[in-house]
């Protein structure tokens, strides 16, 4: 079930690595659209308007989880490379006390500012209580997001890709009869589509750690292991944090332009909601290929083996790059069907936002192709640093562009916002990673100090 990512051939090696993880991204996206499709079908575009609201701020703190769980795999992946046997068992038991820290601060923070956030992001009044409704549901149920994120990437830098994706498939399954079942009978409205998330999610987390404590030893932690690893507390913090962060902080200028486009009113609202629904087919992909070099990339930098991480990463930009190029095609010639897909009978307005979204966005796919290769590479070869700045320059772009761009030339220029993103964040990112992967790195000795 485990596989040694520093050795075999590259490009196979990362294919093959690959394939489940982008299966989990895809079903986990599959089961978001299973929420957004019934809640659109069931309850009408007003419900669906009300889910699209909250998509940034709950995707902003999936983001953060994100980002210190795939830290925490990172340390575990350095290890892993290393063959540090105890050092495995301390990683693992200090993610998990990281894991539990964030997911009470999470919580507590996120649902007491439920109310600011959303009068911040101009919801509309006609929305407001199914948003709010929406939004604490998911929330609540932090933990479950967190504690699923934790076990899956502790998984895949112990080299299993595929028991996230058999979790994964189950929880959509699950997902879809909950929703059915908490909004048509049980007339939970919007709420019932978040706790069917929420359950489904906890459901795939405890089968995932079911599987993995029965394959891998080091995920066994004994008395001795929570003692000893507060010796590796603050390195996992120092590694975690700052990606977490920079990931919060790249959905910030998500959070502008949901704002923006949420001052235009519930059609506006309803179509970008479908767009970027179905645009997350493509985010998912890159961030699954991001995924599968970090998990590469973190073995074989522990193993000191610098050519490697070259040729894989060369591999995996061919592979991102072809799914990319068959994404956006899909995308521009699909686009008036899209908002069909979430709404009964959509008015033209919301096929018109839907559609120049997609438009305006799916030529650029390629762009967060190489910025999920480079950064994720980047980040395993122990330096966050730059993939933060990297991600503030995201952050102004995004920010700038629909501050500017929406004044000047409206929907259009909120639109625009994201492929501008992209390209500030290569622009910092391509020659880092160059430079980087030039130099010799210091293998065992270096992975040690992580």
């Known amino acids: 079930m485990a596989q040694d990512l520093t050795k075999g051939n590259p490009f196979t090696t990362i294919f093959t690595f690959s394939l489940p993880v982008i299966g989990g991204n895809l079903f986990q996206l599959f089961y978001t659209l299973a929420d ?32 210190i769980t795939g830290g925490f795999g990172i340390c575990l992946g350095h290890r892993f490379g290393l063959r540090d046997e105890r050092g495995m068992r301390y990683s693992v038991a200090a993610s998990t006390l990281w894991s539990i820290f964030f997911a009470i601060i999470l919580t507590a923070v996120c649902c007491a500012l439920s109310h600011p956030i959303l009068h911040w992001l101009n919801t509309p009044e006609l929305i407001y209580d199914m948003a709010y409704d929406y939004m604490i549901a998911v929330l609540l149920g932090t933990g479950a997001t967190v504690f699923y994120n934790l076990i899956s990437n502790l998984l895949r830098a112990l080299g299993d890709s595929r028991t996230p994706l058999v979790a994964l498939v189950i929880s959509s399954l699950l997902n879809i ?87 235009l009113g519930a059609d506006a609202i309803a179509g970008y909601t479908a767009a970027t629904k179905v645009d997350q087919f493509s985010v998912l992909i890159n961030n699954a290929m991001g995924i599968a070099i970090a998990s590469y990339a973190a073995q074989n930098y522990g193993a000191g083996q610098r050519l490697r991480i070259r040729k894989g990463v060369a591999a995996c930009l061919m592979q991102v790059s072809l799914m990319n190029v068959a994404m956006m095609i899909l995308m521009i010639l699909c686009r008036q069907w899209v908002a069909p897909l979430f709404v009964d009978v959509p008015t033209p307005e919301i096929v018109e936002y839907a559609g120049q979204y997609l438009l305006m966005v799916a030529p650029f796919y390629l762009l967060l192709g190489v910025l999920c290769v480079y950064r994720s590479t980047i980040q395993s070869m122990d330096n966050a640093l730059v993939p933060f700045f990297a991600c503030i320059i995201e952050l102004v772009m995004r920010v700038g562009a629909t501050t500017l761009l929406s004044a000047a030339i409206g ?37 040690q100090h992580v």
């Open 36 to 67: 957004t499709i019934i809640v659109g079908q069931t309850l009408g575009a007003d419900a669906l308007a009300a889910v699209g609201a909250t998509t940034t701020i709950i995707y902003l703190v999936l983001c953060f989880i994100q980002g």
């Open 177 to 263: 009869v909950l929703d059915i079942v908490f909004i048509v009978p049980f007339q939970m409205g919007v709420a019932g589509a978040a706790w069917a998330t929420v359950l489904s999610q906890l459901v795939s987390a405890i089968f995932a750690l079911w599987v993995g404590l029965r394959h891998f030893e080091v995920l066994h932690i004994q008395k001795e292991d929570w003692k000893a690893c507060r010796t590796v507390l603050a390195t996992h913090l120092k590694t975690a944090f700052p990606m977490g962060f920079q990931m919060s902080v790249m959905c910030i200028g998500q959070l502008a332009m949901q704002g923006a486009v949420n001052a």
């Open 411 to 447: 929907y259009a220029g909120i639109c625009l916002a994201t492929p501008l993103a992209w390209i500030g964040a290569n622009l910092i990112l391509v020659p880092v990673y160059w430079h980087m992967i030039r130099r010799p790195i210091l293998g065992e000795q270096k992975a």
